[in-house]
């Protein structure tokens, strides 16, 4: 199973930064939406940002502003790479972050990274 390979979690400080990469193998075809979810024990599961191949990006609301997604260039090498990069963090962002990648007409998502865990606390 084509498994993505997540990197850059860690443990900072409140108001402190890091940023988060995440590749796939690279002969696979471009991925239609890019993205990250990330868990907490004891909460559920939620979306915090994707982009599209097109450049579309979306994230929910309480990491507007203080996080970035980005993406390879559509027909470079990294095309099918994604970053987070996470800015001000609070110890609410506290939990495992989760890279996946979904194909044009899929609904839920086709690949996974293994997860990386970002900790915040002072």
């Known amino acids: 199973q084509v498994q993505f390979v997540e990197s850059g979690g860690g443990l900072v400080r409140p108001g402190e930064s890091l940023t988060l990469s995440c590749a796939a193998p690279g002969d696979i075809a471009t991925i239609a939406n890019m993205g990250w979810y990330r868990q907490s024990p004891g909460r559920q599961r939620e979306l915090v940002a994707t982009?599209?191949?097109?450049?579309?990006?979306?994230?929910?609301?309480s990491v507007m502003s203080r996080f970035t997604i980005s993406r390879g260039a559509a027909r470079g090498a990294a095309k099918n790479t994604v970053w987070l990069q996470m800015k001000n963090l609070r110890p609410d962002d506290t939990a495992v972050y989760y890279c996946?990648?979904?194909?044009?007409?899929?609904?839920?998502?086709?690949?996974w990274g293994q997860g990386t865990q970002v900790i915040v606390s002072s």
């Open positions: 982009v599209d191949s097109g450049g579309t990006k979306r994230y929910r609301d």
């Open positions: 996946f990648g979904r194909r044009l007409n899929s609904d839920t998502p086709d690949y």
